[in-house]
């Protein structure tokens, strides 16, 4: 006579001493993220958030413009600008494969946009062109006694372009006509000077 009576299901036992280790694990990875966590908090508490006023370097125009002056052969432009206004960047670039050497600084607005300014006695069409992004000419704008070119691109940077006996300044940027006018102003001023 067979026992049709159902077996129950097999039910596997774990050891106390593997369920202890199995638990162990657990217990140490869960500690593990958690203090991973504490650790990566504390460094980003105890770092101070950055600024763009904490890179801002202090850059002596014309300290730097007297020094290329030497080696220009011309005196670069260094405009005085007011409070609000500052360069983040000033060098003089010797001639590359296009023969043309230039003297650039780099302004940051009061309104805090951007105005590159160019200036070489060795420029040509074709860098001229380059440092105002290929833009077409668009007109002129009479500025401080000057007549500068306007090149422009829609939804790209504007560029203005002096030439001023050997001299072509160019300034170039994404910033406003007012802010172009005031840097074009200062430079003709600085440029008329001789400083």
């Keep these: ?22 638990n162990a ?10 203090s991973t966590i504490a650790i990566v908090l504390t460094i980003v508490w105890l770092n101070p958030q950055q600024k763009a006023e904490n890179y801002r370097m202090d850059i002596d125009v014309s300290a ?21 206004w500052y360069a ?5 670039n010797p001639a590359g494969a ?3 050497a230039f003297w650039d600084v780099g302004y940051v607005t009061a309104s805090n946009t951007f105005i590159a ?19 077409p000419i668009t007109g002129t704008r009479a500025i401080n006694g000057h007549e ?22 160019i300034l170039t940027g994404a910033a406003d006509f007012a ?3 005031f840097l074009a102003k200062a430079a003709t001023d600085s440029l008329s000077n001789g400083k």
């Design 1 to 22: 006579m067979s026992d049709s009576s159902p077996t129950p299901p097999f039910k596997p036992t774990i050891a106390a001493g593997a369920a202890k280790r199995a």
């Design 25 to 34: 694990s657990l217990v140490g990875m869960l500690l593990a993220i958690f």
């Design 64 to 84: 730097v413009a007297k020094h290329a002056a030497d080696t220009a052969g011309f005196a670069p432009v260094a405009p005085l600008l007011p409070d609000g």
């Design 88 to 92: 983040n960047y000033a060098r003089w």
């Design 98 to 100: 296009d023969g043309v």
């Design 117 to 135: 300014l160019r200036q070489s006695i060795t420029a040509n069409p074709t860098w001229t062109a380059d440092q105002s992004s290929n833009a």
């Design 148 to 169: 500068w070119e306007v090149r422009d691109k829609p939804k790209g940077d504007r560029s203005l372009i002096l030439n001023s006996g050997d001299n072509t300044v």
């Design 179 to 181: 802010d172009f006018d």
